[in-house]
């Protein structure tokens, strides 16, 4: 059964930066699109950033993270990451990591909170 759990979240003050990690079991998430999601209370869960399954696309942002975020795959490890730098308190949000396309076996995610 394919499992995603994030880590890495925390509390951080704007303009810090945090790094997610998203291990995977399961699946070979190395044949997979994968992206990184968030959610906040009582809004829809977002795609942030998009990994192709291949190495020599680049990821894909939103506007609201674009050049402060960085997604990142470790096929070794079978794990994606998200940096993120220069954090808003806007960031503030429940992180997920999912299969592009799939809707089911989401993980517990990650909360990261910023303090302005």
């Known amino acids: 059964q394919a499992q995603l759990m994030e880590s890495g979240g925390g509390l951080v003050q704007a303009g810090g930066s945090l790094r997610l990690s998203c291990k995977i079991s399961g699946f070979d998430a190395s044949v997979f699109a994968m992206g990184w999601y968030r959610q906040t209370p009582g809004r829809q869960r977002e795609m942030i950033a998009s990994?192709?399954?291949?190495?020599?696309?680049?990821?894909i942002y939103a506007d609201s993270v674009k050049g402060r975020f960085t997604a990142s795959r470790d096929n070794t490890e079978n794990t994606v990451y998200l940096q993120m730098n220069s954090l808003k308190p806007e960031d503030t949000a429940r992180y997920y990591c999912q299969r592009v396309g799939y809707t089911d076996n989401w993980g517990q995610g990650t909360q990261v909170t910023v303090s302005s």
């Open positions: 990994l192709a399954r291949g190495r020599r696309e680049s990821p």
